[in-house]
C-alpha cells in the first residue's frame, strides 16, 4: 500500500487526491493520498510527527515550500537552485527534496509543441513569484535563445534572473515594455494570479503576436482564461494551465513510485472534473 499526501495551508480544495488517485488506478498501485492541512504556527511539531508516519512521499504546497527545506536529509540539485521543494521522497525516515513545477511545465509544452523551445525562440514570462521561478529555470535549461522575465514589481524580476548562474540571455522588463515588445516573442507564459476565477482581467492588453506563437497560461480556472481567449483572436497557438499542473503531478508520482505514468489518458476526464468545482 503506497502511502501519499499533500502539505500545506490552505489545502481543502486541492485537486492533488483526485489526480493522484487516478494516477494509482492508471498504474494499477493500490494506496492512498491524504491531507495533512498544518496551521504555520504547528509546523515543527507536524512535521516531526508526519516523519514517524511511514509515508512514501509527499507534495507540498504554499506556504511551505522553503520551509521544508531544514526537514530534508538530501535535495535535488535543481529544487536546492530554485529555493523551492514541492515533492518529497521518504525512504524510511530518510526525506529527500524536488521540485517537479518548472520540470512539468516544460514536459507538457514540449509534449504539446516540441518545436516552442528549439533554439533561436525567445520566450517572455509574465510574473515573478515562485510559479515563475520554476519556469524560469526550466525554460533556461532548454534550447531558448532568450527568456525575459515580466513583473508588476520589476525587481522581482531582476532578482530571479540575478539568482541564476548566467546560461542564458535575459531582460528584465516591466508590464508597460512587455505589452510593447510581445510580438517579438515565440513563447509567452502567464504566471500571475490575474484572470484566476473569479477575476476576469488580462495581466497586460495583447496588440500584437508574433506569427505562430504559442501562449500558455498556468491558471486553470477558468480551463480558457481572457488572456488565452485574446490570444487566440491574435492567431496564437494555446497551451492550458491544467496540463501543466498534470504534468506536473505525473512527475511526482514517477519519483515516489518510478512507474510510468500518462497524463495524456486523464486529459479530458480532468477537464470534467474542472467544470465541475
Ligand atoms: P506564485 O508563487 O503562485 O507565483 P506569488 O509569489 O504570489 O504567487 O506571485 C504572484 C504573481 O502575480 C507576481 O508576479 C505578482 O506581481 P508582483 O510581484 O508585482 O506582486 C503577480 N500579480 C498578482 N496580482 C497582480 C496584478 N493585479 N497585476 C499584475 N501582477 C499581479
Known amino acids: 500500500m503506497l502511502k501519499l499526501g499533500l502539505i500545506g495551508y490552505p489545502i481543502q480544495h486541492s485537486l492533488s487526491p483526485w489526480i493522484h488517485e487516478q494516477l494509482m488506478a492508471q498504474q494499477n498501485v493500490k494506496g492512498s493520498y491524504e491531507l495533512f492541512e498544518i496551521q504555520p504556527e504547528n509546523f515543527n511539531q507536524e512535521i516531526k510527527s508526519l516523519k514517524n508516519s511511514r509515508l512514501d512521499g509527499f507534495n507540498v504546497t504554499v506556504p511551505y515550500k522553503e520551509k521544508i527545506i531544514p526537514y530534508l536529509d538530501e535535495i535535488d540539485e535543481s529544487a536546492r537552485a530554485l529555493g523551492a521543494v514541492n515533492t518529497v521522497k521518504c525512504k ?16 507538457s509544452l514540449i509534449h504539446r509543441y516540441p518545436e516552442s523551445t528549439k533554439y533561436g525562440n525567445k520566450a517572455l514570462i509574465l510574473g515573478s513569484g515562485g510559479a515563475a521561478r520554476g519556469i524560469y529555470h526550466a525554460l533556461a535549461d532548454t534550447s531558448l535563445q532568450r527568456v525575459d522575465l515580466a513583473n508588476r514589481t520589476i525587481e522581482r524580476a531582476e532578482e530571479i534572473i540575478q539568482d541564476r548562474p548566467v546560461t542564458i540571455q535575459s531582460n528584465a522588463l516591466d508590464l508597460h515594455q512587455a505589452s510593447e515588445r510581445m510580438v517579438d516573442y515565440d513563447l509567452i507564459i502567464q504566471t500571475t494570479t490575474v484572470g484566476m476565477s473569479p477575476d476576469t482581467n488580462v495581466v497586460v492588453p495583447i496588440k500584437d503576436l508574433k506569427e505562430g506563437a504559442v ?7 477558468p480551463i480558457k482564461t481572457k488572456f488565452l481567449k485574446t490570444a487566440q483572436k491574435h492567431g496564437a497557438s494555446l497551451h492550458f494551465g491544467h496540463e ?5 503531478a505525473v512527475y511526482a508520482f514517477k519519483i515516489w513510485t518510478q512507474t510510468k505514468p500518462e497524463a495524456e489518458p486523464l486529459l479530458s ?6 467544470k465541475g468545482v
Not at 501562449?215 to 486553470?220: F, G, K, L, N, Q
Not at 501543466?244 to 506536473?248: G, S
Open 92 to 107: 524510511g525516515d530518510q526525506w529527500i527534496g524536488y521540485n517537479t513545477d518548472g520540470l512539468g511545465f516544460v514536459d
Open 215 to 221: 501562449v500558455c497560461d498556468i491558471v486553470y480556472r
Open 269 to 274: 476526464k480532468f477537464e470534467e472534473k474542472l
Open 244 to 248: 501543466m499542473l498534470l504534468q506536473q
